[in-house]
């Protein structure tokens, strides 16, 4: 169901009477800028300044508190000490004022004093029916409506001009420069939003208002954390179905959410993994550095429509720098297609010594003859094989005489080919980019900033149509008994089951002749041939996590002797090994068929619920740390591409002359287990299985071995 935009944030980012509270006249001051500001870029709205000691204030009327204003107040601006911004709150009459910005620090950022305040302050504002957006923040700007509701001095420095970015921000300090930024690199604003301690409005409810906003195309955010995980996926859900791009940079990484590591879920989840799965799921761009993320707004921002796949052409008038261009292109993951043959064999027909292949090189000779540029172009695109084009002209675009032409081959490149986006990489003067950005060009100083970028985009278009957001709550079937206090590894593999999850069959033999029923009804289930069923014999204990090393496993014991010998061994090793562990009994299963080993684990975040891990078994994660990560629930899509994902998803496609694994029943069976850690996301804090082994293709993937873990169990 589609979302509505949050009526109140409507009325908070489009005031049309704003009061400040705090105001003066004296240059400098923390309630100076706002009135100053306003004026001077022209907001069409009433300014109220408030102010207990002044008549006028730059040549307003004043008044002594927000009571005595005589009119509704769309916008409160606060701008005086902490000490006193609830006391000032507190004077607005009930319903009187829509929306509060608090400049001032000293609240919950200073401690516990200041966090009752922050807390003396946000009952104050529920009980009006304001909402608040800091405290200590640097405020907003509506930079289409002159609305400029900051004390922070980087408009005063100049303005950005109105453009389609709307830009939030945790940090005041970052949001500043940010700001300061986009005007240098010339990108257009929507809106600029610092929220400071959060205690309210948070950088989720400003995602999800401005993909609601007619005047915002691309969304930029900057955050330190998150205090409401369901809200953020809801607010990326949203901007990616309403095909809005997200950059994101996320400082912060910590190992904080692994410091009850019970699994190797758990101790791989860090805070930093988890998010960086909840940008790649919901298909928001992780951007690791502020050139990086401008880059990334730039083009989102330039290019109406990015690249619908990852193949680029790459065209240059200098080998060298072609093939530094191509390197990029692969660490980056972008294909490079050689063009047809008979695009090449023209190519050489007018410039005999050029390169036709991708990079295409037509040397300097595109400078001397002006029209190599749009015909070589021309034949590249003619055939449907690039999805995005790359021109590399060094310092042709500093050439008085040659603009003509450069101009001219972007506009027609435009209107001839515009669903191939155009990067190019040349030094031209400012006014003379901007006209290429005009025409829906990028253009970069740096041809390795350009491909990293395309790169970097490329992914979008693939992923809009992902069933990450599916979040339909995921039941647990109505059979499905309460969880156990504790599980044992065949109560483990009896859980994996009721998630529909499909587990070898094992039981667990309090003595040797158990273990022989055991392996009797397992030959009963499989209508055995003569010979009998080959086993797997493990010991079961709380107490012991690595069991050969304690002789605790026996592996293709067959017959009725081999299996009563093979349970005594095991009971003597780990009694001589290990004499205070607590034992269950021996767990009795079929040796497994040959397949590859992977693993698969849910690990409960406090912020974001249950995550969903996986990797190849073995070293890959031991020592490799050969993972991925998504947020329960998703599908069938989502979990491919999280199985490609892995560096080691060569060895599933089949390696070596080993046959390919049942890759579409590995997706099916983390998608179930996501939805079963949803549905079950209460009552435990982690979930392995290890090994989750790949039959080949067409035979489907058999759990062998888990651990399940309740949440006290990890404390």
């Known amino acids: 169901m589609t979302q509505l935009p949050d009526a109140s944030l409507s009325r908070l980012f489009n005031p049309q009477a704003i009061a400040i509270v705090g105001a003066s006249a004296t240059p400098g001051k923390i309630g100076a800028m706002p009135v100053s500001l306003l004026q001077q870029h ?4 009433r300014i109220i300044p408030v102010n207990p000691r002044a008549d ?7 008044v002594a508190a927000l009571d005595a204003v005589d009119a509704e107040v769309d916008l409160a601006i606060l701008a005086v000490p902490a000490a006193h911004a609830a006391q000032a709150l507190e004077r607005a009459r009930p319903g009187q004022v829509g929306a509060a910005v608090v400049f001032t620090s000293g609240f919950s950022e200073t401690g516990a004093q200041g966090a009752a305040q922050q807390a003396q302050l946000c009952a104050i504002a529920r009980e009006r029916g304001i909402r ?31 453009g389609g970015i709307g830009m939030v921000s945790q ?8 700001y300061s930024m986009a005007r240098e690199r010339g990108l257009g604003l929507s809106h600029w939003i610092s929220t400071g301690n959060e205690a309210d409005i948070d950088v989720a409810d400003c995602i999800a208002w401005l993909t609601h906003d007619a005047d915002t195309r691309v969304i930029m955010a900057y955050m330190e954390g998150c205090r409401d995980g369901a809200k953020l996926r809801r607010a990326l859900a949203g901007a990616r179905a309403a095909g809005k791009p997200v950059v994101v940079t996320k400082i912060g990484r910590t190992q904080a959410g692994a410091q009850a590591a019970a699994s190797h879920t758990a101790a ?16 928001a761009l992780r951007a690791r550095t502020i050139e990086e993320f401008f880059n990334l707004g730039y083009a989102l921002d330039t290019w109406k429509h990015p690249p619908q796949g ?3 052409g790459i065209f240059t008038i200098s080998g060298g720098v072609g093939a530094l261009m191509a390197d990029e292109a692969a660490d980056t993951g972008l294909a490079l297609p050689e063009p047809a043959a008979d695009t090449q064999a023209r190519l050489l027909q007018r410039v005999p010594f050029a390169s036709g292949r991708n990079p295409v090189d037509v040397t300097g000779q595109a400078v001397s003859e002006p029209g190599l540029l749009l015909a070589t172009a021309d034949d590249m695109l003619a055939d449907g094989r690039y999805d995005a084009l790359a021109v590399f002209l ?5 050439s008085e005489t040659l603009w003509p032409t450069f101009e001219a081959f972007a506009r027609q490149m435009q209107a001839r080919h515009p669903g191939v986006p155009l990067a190019i ?4 003067p400012p006014a003379r980019r901007r006209e290429l950005e005009r025409l829906g060009c990028l253009v970069f100083p740096d041809p390795s900033a350009a491909v990293r970028t395309i790169g970097a985009v490329a992914g979008l278009a693939a992923h809009a149509d992902s069933d990450a957001h599916d979040e339909s709550p995921a039941a647990a079937p109505a059979d499905t008994p309460p969880l156990l206090d504790a599980y044992n590894e065949v109560q483990a593999m009896a859980l994996l089951r009721q998630a529909g999850l499909p587990a070898s069959p094992c039981a667990l033999a309090a003595d040797a002749d158990a273990a022989v029923r055991a392996v009797a009804a397992l030959e009963a289930d499989r209508d055995a041939a003569s010979g009998g069923v080959p086993v797997v014999l493990k010991v079961v204990s709380p107490d012991i996590t690595h069991k050969s090393d304690v002789g605790g496993v026996k592996l293709n014991v067959r017959g009725e002797d081999a299996v009563r010998r093979a349970y005594a061994d095991i009971m003597a090793a780990v009694r001589q090994h290990r004499p205070d562990a607590r034992i269950d009994g021996v767990l009795v299963a079929p040796m497994a068929p040959k397949g590859v080993e992977c693993i698969a684990g849910v690990h409960c975040d406090p912020v974001f619920g249950p995550v969903v891990m996986f990797g190849l078994g073995g070293v890959f994660v031991e020592v490799l740390k050969d993972v991925s990560f998504r947020l329960a629930p998703f599908g069938r899509d989502e979990a491919l591409a999280m199985i490609r994902e892995i560096k080691g998803y060569a060895l599933l496609q089949g390696a070596r002359g080993a046959p390919p694994c049942d890759i579409d029943a590995l997706a099916d069976a983390l998608a179930a287990l996501s939805r079963y850690a949803h549905a079950r996301r209460e009552d435990f804090s982690s979930m392995e299985i290890n090994p989750l082994l790949a039959l080949p293709e067409g035979q489907g993937v058999v759990a062998l071995d888990a651990v399940v873990i309740r949440g006290e169990e990890a404390s």
């Open 56 to 62: 006028t204030i730059a040549g307003l009327p004043a």
């Open 171 to 178: 940090s005041g300090a970052f949001g500043a420069y940010a």
């Open 425 to 428: 990489s040349a030094l031209f």
């Open 42 to 45: 022209g907001y069409a709205g």
């Open 132 to 162: 608040l957006l800091g405290p200590n923040c640097l405020g907003f700007m509506n930079v289409r409506r002159n609305v400029y509701a900051t004390f922070s001095p980087a408009p005063a420095n100049g303005v950005v001009a109105p």
């Open 310 to 312: 990852r193949r680029l």
């Open 394 to 398: 060094a310092a042709a675009g500093s």
């Open 268 to 283: 791989l989840a860090g805070d930093d993994a988890v998010y960086d799965a909840l940008f790649r799921q919901y298909g």
